[in-house]
């Protein structure tokens, strides 16, 4: 079942994955969101690092897991959306020693070197909603000005499918969120960080996160296939925290909802 506020996860030869839920509040949405911590005898790894102001839950999270931050040796981020990343430039700042790893194909956006594909969309959208309300319209404007405003750093490591980071994590590329969305697993424990490449809903099935903002939907749909190819014992997604259980079960009500969606 799905336990979002499950603290500590699994743990086996030292290592230990930590799914930290962190809340943030606008106005009157509340939302949880769930970067993982990935500790070893040798790395202290985060897995997206989420809003600015959810940042200081983070630092009090690693306060009580008694780690420093001088001791986070990665961060892992899956992509640029702004609850994944907004803030990853004070996270560096905080931990220059980290190394930051990203997918190739994301790499550009998050350094800020070409708008993101979110902001691009988001654009898009504000034209055709011309004649909305005059609340959506500032919705779609705010939208748009917190992307403008996130910080970019440079993003030190790119990885492609399969690359292995710190002996620990393997990149698994799941695009169709965005072209360059890229989940994290560890074989140690059979756990996947999938990012937003799946979503679990509160009755504990499986879904593809925000479809309205998945800008490949055939492509998410063909990452959640090949995903249910991984033996996963627990899935760790950012909107819905962790699931246990009959996981393949789940994997499979999912593609067969899909393939009635894409395929009808
Ligand atoms: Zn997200």
Redesign the pocket.
């Known amino acids: 079942m799905a336990c979002g506020l499950d603290y500590k996860m699994s743990s086996s030869n030292m290592l230990t994955v930590t799914s930290v839920p962190l809340t943030f509040t606008q106005g009157n949405h509340t939302e949880i969101?769930h970067p993982t911590i990935v500790q070893t005898s040798k790395s202290l790894i985060l897995v997206d690092v989420g809003y600015t102001a959810t940042l200081p839950q983070l630092l009090s999270a690693l306060r009580q897991m008694k780690v420093q931050r001088e001791q986070l040796t990665a961060i892992c981020i899956t992509?640029d959306?702004i609850?994944?990343i907004e803030a990853l430039a004070a996270v560096a700042n905080l931990a220059p020693q980290a190394a930051i790893y990203a997918h190739t194909l994301e790499i550009p956006a998050l350094q800020g070197d070409v708008p993101s594909e979110r902001l691009i969309q988001a654009r898009t959208n504000l034209q055709a909603l011309k004649h909305a309300d005059a609340a959506t319209q500032q919705w779609a404007a705010s939208f748009i000005a917190a992307q403008e405003a996130i910080e970019r750093v440079p993003i030190t490591h790119a990885v492609a499918d399969k690359t292995i980071i710190e002996n620990t994590l393997m990149a698994i590329a799941t695009p169709g969120?965005t072209k360059g969305h890229t989940s994290y697993y560890i074989q140690a424990t059979e756990t996947l960080i999938a990012?937003?490449a799946i979503v679990i809903n509160a009755d504990s099935t499986l879904d593809i996160?925000?479809p309205q903002f998945t800008l490949n939907i055939a492509a998410a749909f063909n990452s959640v296939r090949k995903l249910a190819m991984l033996p996963i014992q627990q899935l760790i997604c950012?909107?819905g925290g962790i699931l246990k259980g009959n996981i393949a079960a789940a994997f499979e009500a999912l593609i067969q909802k899909y393939t009635h969606e894409i395929f009808k």
Do not use: E, Q
């Open positions: 969101i992509h959306d609850d994944h969120h990012g937003d996160a925000n950012y909107h």
